[in-house]
């Protein structure tokens, strides 16, 4: 209850900042293999990237909002897709009332049924899956490596969003190539 609330409020949040964390899906995969992640991690489902969300705080509330690209491997195949994915952030960590651009979102799916779902546009809550960081012993499903905190629950394409994926997905598949180590 605690995150659907709080991320309705970053959803609100987020369409009053009226977010500019668009950019050209050129330019976003420029920067994913800027960052070496143009192969999936070992082991890995997914990797998701998010150029330079907005963050905004409103007293206590935070909350981050963007747009970005994801690499998601087929469940059962070495067949790769990639699709657009939002994300809405959020936690009761805010400071005063700021605007402000957040450093870049940077996850690796390790959950195959996580990763169908995202194929599938499907909603992604984080509360609903094992979290975690570079700092734990296990990958868990979602493993976050920048722009988001443990302390934030999220949501990878929110369903008030959802009607915008039905005329900007691709569903082109290619082959999967992996790396040994992110």
Known sequence: MRITYLLK???TMGVVLSVTACASDKMLADKLQKNGISH????????VYIDSPTTGSLLYLRG?????????RKKQSELCAVKEVKIAAGDFEGRGVSVTQSDDV????????????LLNGKEVVSDDVVITDSNSASL???RIHSGV????????NPSEWQFVNLFSDSNEAFECAAEKHL
């Open 9 to 11: 409020t970053v959803l």
């Open 64 to 72: 981050t909002v963007g747009k970005g690209i994801m690499l998601l």
């Open 106 to 117: 940077w996850l690796t799916i390790y959950n195959p049924d996580v990763a169908q779902e």
């Open 140 to 142: 868990g499903d979602i």
């Open 40 to 47: 999936l991690p070992r082991d890995a489902y997914g990797v």
């Open 149 to 156: 905190a443990m302390t934030q629950g999220f949501v990878l």
